[in-house]
């Protein structure tokens, strides 16, 4: 490989990000983009994403901006069929946009709110999967990222509402792994970020010094390192401090 491949390693490669307007999401298309990429930009706010696709114009890199609400009946629809129309094959799918409900006692849980999660959580990931599965058939070593977290798999109290739907979200990407393994180039990365700087975060722990756990940046390093990497699909991992 020479120097210049070395240094994007995903140059020609087609990648969309979910909840890219800020943290991880955001950090995770401005690497994608360093590495080659060029990179589709979603989240809900016009304004945000523009900024950030500024900064990946400014650094080099190409992307494009797609505003779109996925929690919308037909959000996902309008966005695969306006990717289509580009791009014959889509090679990497970063599925990070999520919300996170009050973190409350199950019997406590308020039915608009944990709706509202279930919405964007579980049924919007199922949306992007059914919706770009036939783009991600045309890569032929395509890549699907799906950020998680850790009480899908451990439960812990107060945050039952956001768990069940990242254990529902955990168990849609594995099944799919499994499904398409034997009959596409179709690899599927479950990736826990664990404590990051994030606004999520922030919310979840509003009394923690942010300069006290990793930036997004560390989780989008992974993430790009996944996009290009072999690895056995499913394959789950959690992104902890460097050392």
């Known amino acids: 490989m020479s120097a210049a491949n070395a240094q994007t390693p995903l140059a020609g490669r087609v990648a969309l990000v979910t ?10 298309a401005r690497a994608l983009a360093a590495a080659g990429a060029h990179v589709v930009l979603v989240a809900r706010t016009a304004a945000e994403l523009e900024k950030v696709e500024d900064e990946i114009f400014q650094a080099g890199g190409n992307a494009t901006i797609a505003p779109v ?7 996902v629809a309008r966005l ?5 129309e580009r791009w014959v094959a889509l090679d990497i799918l970063v599925i ?3 919300v996170l409900p009050a973190l409350t006692p199950v019997w406590q849980i308020e039915p608009r709110d944990f709706s509202r999660a279930i919405t964007l959580n579980v049924l919007a990931t199922h949306s992007l999967i059914s919706a770009f599965h036939p783009l991600l058939k045309g890569s032929q070593d395509a890549r699907v990222i799906g950020l998680t977290s850790s009480v899908g798999a451990s439960p812990r109290a107060y945050w039952g509402a956001y768990g ?10 594995a099944s799919y792994a ?6 596409s180039g179709i690899r599927v990365a479950i990736v826990d970020p664990g404590a990051t700087r994030t606004k999520m975060r922030a919310k979840a722990y509003p ?7 990793k930036p997004p940046e560390t989780v989008a390093a992974r993430i790009v390192a996944l996009a290009s990497a072999d690895f056995t699909s499913p394959h789950r991992e959690r992104v902890d401090e460097p050392a």
């Open 164 to 173: 069940a739907t990242k254990a529902a979200f955990d168990n849609l990407l």
């Open 19 to 28: 909840g890219a307007s800020r943290g991880i999401g955001a950090a995770t």
């Open 96 to 98: 990070n946009a999520a």
């Open 178 to 183: 499994q499904e398409v393994a034997a009959i």
């Open 80 to 84: 695969a069929s306006a990717i289509s």
């Open 207 to 213: 009394g923690e010094n942010p300069a006290s756990v």
């Open 69 to 75: 609400d996925l929690a919308e009946p037909d959000g």
